[in-house]
């Protein structure tokens, strides 16, 4: 039973920009897309652990959101496969040309920007408000 409960709970990140419109086109949900750089930058670290991680925001997410994760390692041991580090290049430079990390973009299911945002010190609900206002 157990395995059941934390499996609905996970996080589905998307990795392509593609799958995360069809998912969001069929589904009526906003793309969160999130520029992150997973083993050297601070503030992405925090907000995956104050927010993308618990539990408030992933039920959340599922039930409204499309999660794409566009990540930039610096470590050898992290290196992404050569073709999603180049998807992931293309989404920066379309969605992220100021090179911002951590950087949150709240995109409609055909790719249009709806609004922007960053790490903040905040809580799960006050970041989903956040997020949602951009919707409105």
Known sequence: MLVSISTTIAQEWQTDINVAKK???KEHKTIILVFQGSDWCAPC?????EIW???TFKTYAKEHYVML???FPRRKKNALSEAQTKANALLAEKYN???FFPFVVVLDSNGKVLGESSYKKTTP???IKEL???TK
Not at 45 to 49: Q, Y
Request: charged share 35%; proline share 0%.
């Open 23 to 25: 998912i969001a086109s």
């Open 45 to 49: 670290i925090k907000l995956d652990r």
């Open 53 to 55: 991680s618990t539990d």
């Open 69 to 71: 994760k566009a990540d």
């Open 97 to 99: 040309k100021q090179g």
């Open 125 to 127: 609900e006050n970041y």
């Open 132 to 134: 949602n206002a951009f």
